[in-house]
Structures are given as structure tokens and as C-alpha cells.
Nanobody, 118 residues
Framework: QVHLVESGGGLVQAGGSLRLSCAAS????????MGWYRQAPGKQRELVAT???????NYVDSVKGRFTISRDNAKNTVDLRMNSLKPEDTAVYYC????????????WGQGTQVTVTS
């Protein structure tokens, strides 16, 4: 099994910055891609950013140029640096990891709340 724990959420004004961190434990040797997803009230969970074990990244269009995903394979961590935050970025953010040890090959963290006020 792979266990993910997020940290770093909080309340910030529009235009501000936050950094989310996710630490993986357990069968970390089995992890391939990692990423961040978010779910706003009344909406479906959506992909925010992903990063492969080799460092290739992918972002949803709405965060390109504002968010940066990074990964430390040695420490089994993945971070999401969020700049120029907007009220529409308000959501619960979830860390994800792809591993055969996870249900449907994806493990999820418990989520961390990000609230951006105007």
C-alpha cells in the first residue's frame, strides 16, 4: 500500500501564494506518476497537475503559468507551488500516486483545503 499525506493548505487572499506538499510512505518503490487534483463544492474532481518519475509535467490550462509541480524521488514527496491565486482556485486539493499497490492503481491523500478570498 501507498500512504499519502498532504500539508500546506489554508486561507489566502487573491493574488497570494501557497505551497502544498505531499509525502508518500509505504510501497514507494512502486510509484510512477504523481499529481495533484482538486474538487470544488458541487463540482467533480479535476486534474490540476501531474509529474512523471522522470520529471515530465502536465497542467490543466487554468493553472498554467501560475502553478508549478515538483517532485523529489529520493524523499518521495511532490509539491505544488501556487502563485497568483484566484477565488476560483478554492477547492480541496488531493495528492495522487500511481501504483499497482493502490485500488484502481491510484492512491489518494486525505485532501487539504485551499480557500482564496477576493
Amino acid at each position: 500500500q501507498v500512504h499519502l499525506v498532504e500539508s500546506g493548505g489554508g486561507l489566502v487572499q487573491a493574488g497570494g501564494s501557497l505551497r502544498l506538499s505531499c509525502a508518500a510512505s509505504g510501497s514507494t518503490f512502486s510509484i510512477n506518476g504523481m499529481g495533484w487534483y482538486r474538487q470544488a463544492p458541487g463540482k467533480q474532481r479535476e486534474l490540476v497537475a501531474t509529474i512523471t518519475s522522470g520529471g515530465s509535467t502536465n497542467y490543466v490550462d487554468s493553472v498554467k503559468g501560475r502553478f508549478t509541480i515538483s517532485r523529489d524521488n529520493a524523499k518521495n514527496t511532490v509539491d505544488l507551488r501556487m502563485n497568483s491565486l484566484k477565488p476560483e482556485d478554492t477547492a480541496v486539493y488531493y495528492c495522487s500516486a500511481q501504483s499497482v499497490w493502490c485500488k484502481d492503481n491510484v492512491c489518494w491523500g486525505q485532501g487539504t483545503q485551499v480557500t482564496v478570498t477576493s
